[in-house]
DNA sequence: AGAGTGACACGTACGCTGTACGTACGTCAA
DNA sequence: TTGACGTACGTACAGCGTACGTGTCACTCT
């Protein structure tokens, strides 16, 4: 057994939450899954709220990035977007840690340097480029919060929402007339819709920027 | 004083919520602060999830709804989108647990049909509709989380974000360069810039819309 | 009038939580 | 050898959600 380090916590950490939901985490059972007294763990992490804190920094450091140089930018956004949603499968559970706990540290700066680059190489200026990133990661924090939020399992991409709910046509004539569109949801599809939209949003607008300056 | 109830219970919690944060809530201290004993509150509520689901149903039922018929849709647009934001200054500590629990009951459906309503009367068909729809609630759900993150209090739209944290300008050329528009974070300016974003994106879809079918 | 019934406030108790503190044991420096 | 230090650990405490039992009303039905 290796010794006991910061690493080996938040990685058991990270295990726990995905096995068993980010509310069963609590440091005795972490301690348990490592095979150590409680106490031990503190020696490594200063306290629970800092072991969250690891924890989402750790599983934002593990975004990949598949970004294509050669790509016109408008797919490279999208790339990077998707990028953002792909952690969140690979670590459903503990997306919820991670956007609900707001950090500013080194490890959620590198994704967003790269996005800047993006839009600063697209043709967007500094204030631009940074309420475009705002906006797309509020889009993405959003989604993934919805998505987490209805499939704790992430499993199924289609799935029926609020099975047993039925709403009443008369007071609510749009939502009834629309239950098919609400019962069957595929994320993928409602993801991308919405990066379409944005994506196509800033291209109309840097049309502008650059008629309104040539 | 008045007999203990459902709503009252509901009450206190919000204002504990709001005086000392989500964190800080217990049903032992919601007890005290309405002078009863902890389980004379079970008689109104079966457990606390239920009670926090009711938190966040109350708050998102006190959504001001000042919809002018006569606007232009996409004004109509922007003004439920607002009418969003607003809550969360009304109950800033609040909305952390009402964008953090997935709720489907009636109460976020009024909303819901309303904004579908403007949509389709725009124009939009019932599939466009509720993606168009889902993103603009990522996109709400995304911002409010953010400025709830940031500025516990609200208090301050205008802040330095992240005051010590100094970046290297070589592993992060980018991000140095806009450190001053990092700094300066105007929430409501960042907030209206995603949401015109949105909006003129939506406006140009349903011309595409439109060309299409005539 | 008396008995029965249900709703509701409350106290006690159990198993769980985070973590402050003291202790014991390993390794390394002087 | 002696001391210091880092680390693992046990104990203990305050606080948590809530299951359960008890007491006290207002009310209904005989």
Redesign the interface.
């Known amino acids: 057994m290796p010794p006991l380090s910061r690493a080996r916590i938040v990685s058991a950490a990270i295990d726990l939450i995905e096995r068993e939901g980010a509310d069963a985490i609590s440091m005795r059972r972490i301690a348990a899954g490592l095979g150590v007294g409680v106490m031990s763990l503190y020696n490594h992490v200063p306290n629970k709220a800092a072991l969250l804190d690891a924890v989402a920094e750790t599983v934002l450091s593990q975004l990949a990035f598949t970004d294509d140089p050669g790509a016109h930018w408008t797919e490279r956004v999208r790339i990077q977007a998707r990028a953002f949603r792909q952690i969140a499968h690979h670590y459903p559970r503990s997306t919820?840690v991670v956007?609900?706990?707001?950090l500013?540290s080194?490890a959620g700066?590198?994704p967003?340097?790269r996005a800047?680059?993006t839009l600063?190489e697209a043709g967007f200026d500094?204030?631009d480029?940074?309420?475009?990133l705002?906006?797309f990661?509020?889009?993405?924090?959003?989604?993934l919060?919805?998505e987490v939020?209805?499939t704790p399992t992430f499993a199924p991409t289609l799935r029926a929402?609020?099975p047993g709910?039925e709403?009443d046509p008369l007071?609510?004539?749009?939502?009834g007339?629309?239950a098919g569109?609400?019962a069957s949801y595929d994320h993928e599809e409602?993801f991308e819709?919405?990066l379409d939209?944005?994506v196509?949003?800033?291209a109309?607008?840097l049309e502008e920027r650059r008629g309104a300056r040539g």
């Open positions: 919820m956007v609900s706990r707001h500013q080194t700066l590198l967003v340097e800047l680059a600063r500094a204030q480029a940074v309420h475009i705002r906006t990661i509020a889009f993405i924090v959003g989604s919060l919805r939020g209805v929402e609020a709910v709403v007071l609510f004539p749009e939502v007339a629309m569109f609400f409602t819709y919405g939209l944005l196509k949003a800033i109309v607008r």
